[in-house]
Each structure stands twice: as C-alpha cells, then as structure tokens.
C-alpha cells in the first residue's frame, strides 16, 4: 500500500520543525525527559501546541511569544515554561528590552510578586546567554 | 508661588491621555465608577498602569495589548477586564483574527476552558462592535 | 447513661455562634443552601472554619477578617464569599475606608483586574447597607 | 484517488464519538458557539482533549471524568465548564453522592469557598435534571 | 470521672489510621514538621481531611486519590503535597499508568506546563519506589 | 531654576523610607537585584506599594501586613515574597503566634496545601531570626 504515513505524521513533523525553530534545544530536551514516562505526551505536546497552533499563520511567532511570555509570567506556577519561552522570545526576534517591558506590565495584571519572579527568571536566562 | 502643580500631575495626565487612547471609553467608566468608593485608587490606576507603564517607549502598544490580552484570559477571573483589553487591542491595532489566535494559543498554557471563557468573550465584544 | 451528647456536640455549637456573631443572615443562608445537596458540609462549614479557626484566641476576629478580606480579593474566583466577608468585616469592626484600603492594596499583590473587582463587591456591599 | 480522508479525520471522527458519548448535547452547544468566531478551535477540541485524551485506554471514563471534575472546581475559573463535566460525569456513571464527595473533598486542597462554588453548580445541574 | 475523653478523640483516631494508611510515611513526617510551629495544625490536618472527608464512605479511596491528584497537578502550586498524593494514590490503588493518564488530562483544563510538571513529579516519586 | 526636584521625588523618597521601615534589609535586596535588568521598575516598586500605598494613613501598617501575608499564602505562587513579609510582619508589630494564626486560617479559603506551605516559610524565617 502507498499511503504509509500514519494519520496524523503532517502534524508531527510540522511541529517538530516549529519545535525546533521556536524552542531550539531546550524543547527537545522537554521530548527527552518525557521518554520514559509520557512519550505520548511528547508526541501530543509537538503536534497540538506546535503542529497546530504554533503553525497558524494569524499571529506572527514573535506575537505568539509575546503572548506566551505574558501568560505564564501572570500564571506564575510554571517557572521552567517561562524560562523556556524567554529563551523562545529571542529567537524569534523578541528582544531583550521588550522581554524586560511584558514582564514589568504583569505587574499590573498579576501583582508585584509575579513580575519581580518573572524578572528573576529573565536575568537567568539572560546571564546564561552572555552579554 | 509659581510651582502650582502637584508633583504627579505630569504623570497623571501622560496616564489620562493613554487611557483614553488605549481604553476608549471603557476606560473612563472604571474610573467614573470608582468615583464614589475609591477615588484615589481611579488616580492611581490612571497614574501607574497608564502613566508608567503604558507610557514606556520600550514596547509598542499593540505587543503590550497582545500581552495584557494573554494574561487576563490565562488568570480567568477577570472576565469585565478581558473585554475591556479586547476593546483595546482592537483601538490599537490588533486584529480580530490576532485577537481570536491569541485566545485560542491560551488553550496551551492555561487550559481550554480558559480558551473557550476568553473566546465566547471576543465574541461579545466583537458583536457589540457589529459586522 | 449521661453522656448524651455526640462528640462534636461542643465543636459545633461554638462554631454555629461564631457563624452567627460574624457572618449573621449570610451565613446562615449559605448553611440552608447547602441543606438538601450536602447538608455535612454544612456542618463541616460551621465545625472546621468557625468552630475551630474563627474561635481561636491567638488572633482578634478584627484581624481574622483582614486577612480573609485579603485572600479572597486576591484569589479572585470567589465573588459571593467576598461579599459574605465585607459584611463580616464590618459586623467584627472593621471600617469601611479599612476595607477599601485592602482591597486596593490587592493591586500590589494581584493586580489591578483583582483589586477592581474586590472594590465593585465592596460598592454593592456598602449601598446594600445603606449610607 | 482512493485515500480522500484528511490526516486528522480519523481523531476528528473518534474525538466527536467520545464528545457525544460524553458531554451529549452540552458539547456540541459549544461547539456550535464556536462556529462564527473560532470554527477551527471547535475542531481542536474535538481532536486533542475528546480524539486524543478521553478516548486513550489506560484510564475509564469514570476516572477521568472524576479528574476533570475536582480539577474544575479547584481552578474555581470554569463555572460553565465545571457544569456540562458534571452532567458529563453522569453521564459516564459517576453517582450524585460521588460527585458531592468529591466536591467536598475540594475544600481541603481549594478551600471551602471553591467547594461551595462547586456545590452549588452541581445543586443546579441535578435540578436541571430533576429528581 | 468515667468520660476520660476529649471530644474529637474518635474524630482524631480515625483521621489518624486513614493518614496512615493512605499516605503512609510521608504523612507522619508532615505532622512532624508541624510539632514546633503550629501542632495545633498537625491536629487539624488529621481530623478535617483525613478523619471527617477521607473517612466518608460515598466515595472509594480510589477514586479521592484521583480527584486529589488532579486537583493538585491542576492548581500546579502545591509540588510537596502532589508527591505525597501520588505516593497515595499508589497506596490505594491507582496505577502507574492511571496516575500518568490523569497527568495529561490536566493539560486539557489547566494547560501544558501543570500537565508537564506533574508527570515530572510522578517521575521522581516512582524513581525513588524503583522499577 | 529653584525647583530641581523630578516630579515623583516626593513618592520616591516617602516609599523608600516606607520600605526601610517595613522591609528592612529584604527590601534593599530585592531593589539591588533588579538594578541590572530593570531598574526602573525597582523605582517603581518603591513608588507604588511603598509610597502610595503602604503610606496611606486609612489602616495600620500591622493591618496591611497581615492582608499582604495572608494574600501571598493563598495565591501560593509567590514564596520568596511571602517569606519577605513574615519579617515585614514581625517588624512592624505582628507577633509570631498571629502569623502562625493567619497561615492556619488560609486552609479555610485556599486548602491544606496553601496553609502548610505558608507554614514552612513562616518556621524558615522563625528559624533565621533566631529564638
């Protein structure tokens, strides 16, 4: 039979390369640690939120991490996702300066607390990419 | 003496002026309806959200409603407040289409039921505001 | 045999007049809501929270209701306890400017959105009583 | 061409079984909402949670419907949702006096009032019902 | 005099033999780590959850291991008492895989990171329980 | 020209006493941690909070600590900032017993979890300052 791509490969690979691009290394290194325990939720975490959403073609990849960014920094209980999406933020041209501007406004939305470890977390992320 | 201004009168009206811009009228019936309960607070929500943050030059108004649009849909217990950034994501230049991609993506970090609350709320908004 | 009372006999009756002495009507309403749904939760309601907490010497009723005014305003998905707390703020002695102060001090701590709706309930609360 | 199926048919197709079986009608109202605004979000819901996660083998649906139940009402955010995953719950042989426990049991991990708010939209959706 | 105890005894002992047996160890040390700040508190902790809700029997053991997992992966700010959870739910029944299931459902109603950060909970607890 | 201070020096200055008094060394901490990623808004931390808001005379710095400890518990997402105000509590007239009073309470209205990590904090801070 010529069809042997299971149903949902397109899906997949989409997500995998949006993954990829978007995530880089850290993204993957999400897929690893998931190996042994959910490897169908790393499946489900690369085609939903990236095989679909992640690949609409509305919203520009740097709007998403705005928004990404935003989110969990508000949401607050989700340390290493944010890090994660800070990193994500530059390289999908995010910068520096406007990563500093979206954590400082969630001071407004969700309070001190949640912009200054939102602040904390970007200095990390930041100190580790250099200078 | 010649010094006749408070000393936060320059960020009070930096701060009246982006409400208005961003918030439209929305923005005023907040404070009009704080008038009788909590003056003060109306100035200092005019002052700090809106004089200082808002007023940044480091991100544009549009990045900052797509952040602000993210945040209150992932909270989910700021249902008026959502509309009101909706409101003024459209004013400054965010699209409908953006809008509703924006919501959608929340399903990713704050589940679908903040999704859907968010969505039939653009809903609303994008009806009142007809075709 | 002389012993006639049930074991948590005492537990419930101190709390039953520490529902009554700070919530008033309002808590008994919630009380005869929940009398043909869970009626033991009503009498958890009345055991846990005001038999054992609310009765403890180590903090005044004044600050206790402080504090709840506090964390309900800044959890944020608990619009009619709040109400039920405002009142109860007033009935231990809290003033009505103290409990606009919290409320707008929730800003800090949980946003803006939060802090806005804490003081609308405060409003309805406030006309509810009357001038 | 004899394979004139989408990729995702065969998830959508068993997504919208297991979201029939399921919700019944209070799935398909949101689906229906979702037409003029986000017609590709009802696909998605459809596809990952009722597709992907409910129809997975490894849990019943009792369980999982227990699981979305006490998560709904922890979040305290999801009112409308809170109430079809409890017909849902019904639905798939969760009994009234289990969905009540586990409402109770909420109190200990949200607080009381989350429980309360729980308990009360269950009064409601078994009233719906009737007797 | 004849009646030599207190009247939360029974409460107290029954609330003490469903710890043990639900959460086993981990419980106790709890309780241990409270005796010098708040024993009062260890007190209640045993009475209220474990001896009036654990002990109800509407609702197995089973099935309030799964609601309480969920709940707790759902609010993602309690990580210490999840693992204890997961230990439980072990305890009473629930499998390996069942935990992961209900794991990622979460991401359906609290998102992708609470979903992701409790299967890496669940990944360190049944490390440490070996293969 | 006589006039050479900025407009907001007034409430700079008010606030960083006000958060010298409250906050002690904890305070200058956070402030000199965000120096090189956003020092503005460590002027905004001291401006808003402290110089507005703590600095309102309409309730008692002891009355604010308790709502801002009691707020910080319940939300559970924000543990270095609770630990902060635990001292800011003892210093500025809180006694020990009354914030252990306070956590305990917050099990009502945001669960056991909330409460117990509220009391580790409080028991790590306890412990620093010694007896």
Known sequence: ???DKRPNDERFERGARALAAIDG????NVVDALA???PDFARYLIEFPFGDIYSRPGLGLREREIAT?????A???AAPQLKVHIEAGL???VSR???VEILM?????????AALNGLFAAKEVFAARGG
């Open 1 to 3: 039979m010529s069809n």
């Open 25 to 28: 290394r850290a993204g993957q």
């Open 36 to 38: 042994d325990i959910a």
């Open 69 to 73: 960014i935003a989110a969990l920094t």
């Open 75 to 77: 949401l607050g209980n």
């Open 91 to 93: 390289n999908v041209g």
């Open 97 to 99: 300066e406007e990563i």
């Open 105 to 113: 406004q969630m001071a407004v939305y969700a309070g001190f607390p």
